[in-house]
């Protein structure tokens, strides 16, 4: 197969080295998840993705279990997922997603942040044709005798791409067969260290050093807002 997201696996699962904004994401991700599908993990494989990845980054089960039991409250109104689009310095297209209780807070500080560096906040629709939403998965390498072997078996099950480093496997899969592989791997007992959704550029562009060095301080002034759950770009 093609390694043509090789180059991007170092960020595929990025937003969760931070520790404070990853506890942060993820109790908003498992309090959407109570909210749309209950609070069963096992009648419920969106909470249970987020389960997983609030066992990835070490969030103690105490914090897990207020998550669920603060979403499952009425007197909560929960979080609303919205995107944004906008194009950073050197037209370089960004897509953020946002879940918030207070959409009308949070498109003005994404606003105050694309024009503070430059960029600018656009319309609806107007970048987001440029990305390819996948779904992604990591597991331990170590569960795995035979990557290549792997690899093949589960081309028969919708993999769109596969990489790995020393201690991870990370596994490329188009949205509509996200769920399947995952039913895939808990079938053969391969435990799901995480898992999120990626939007992956179709093309990217090019920047100097010093471009890129703008286009990130933009992309990282987005991830540090306590609303954003993810940034995506088209920067190589």
């Keep these: ?41 096992k009648s419920n494989s969106k ?17 897990v279990e207020s998550a669920i039991k603060r979403a499952h409250s009425k ?48 319309n609806a629709g107007s970048i987001a044709f440029m990305f390819e939403k996948k779904g992604l998965i990591k597991i331990a390498k170590s569960a795995i005798p035979d990557v290549d072997e792997f690899e093949l078996e ?27 592989m995952q039913k895939v791997l808990e079938e053969k007992n391969i435990e799901i260290n995480a898992t999120e959704t990626q939007y992956i550029p179709t093309t990217t562009k090019e920047l100097t050093d010093e471009q890129k060095t703008e286009v990130k301080e933009l992309l990282d002034a987005l991830e540090e807002d306590d609303d954003v759950q993810a940034v995506h770009s088209n920067m190589q």
């Design 47 to 63: 909470l249970r993705i987020a389960i997983q990845n609030a066992k990835s980054v070490n969030m103690p089960k105490d914090k």
């Design 75 to 122: 007197d909560t109104t929960g979080y609303q997922e919205i995107f944004y689009e906008g194009y950073a310095p050197h037209g370089v297209a960004v897509l953020v997603e946002c879940a918030t209780d207070n959409p009308t807070r949070t498109v003005a500080n994404v606003r105050h942040i694309f024009r503070k560096h430059e960029g600018s906040l656009g």
């Design 1 to 41: 197969m093609g390694r043509i997201f090789e180059t991007r696996k170092h960020v595929m699962f990025a937003r969760f080295a931070r520790m404070s904004k990853a506890f942060n994401r993820v109790r908003k991700d498992i309090e959407i998840a109570v909210k749309a599908g209950g609070p069963d993990p």
């Design 154 to 180: 589960l081309i028969d099950h919708g993999l769109d791409d596969l990489s790995y480093d020393d201690d991870s496997i990370y596994i490329t899969t188009t949205f509509v067969g996200f769920g399947a």
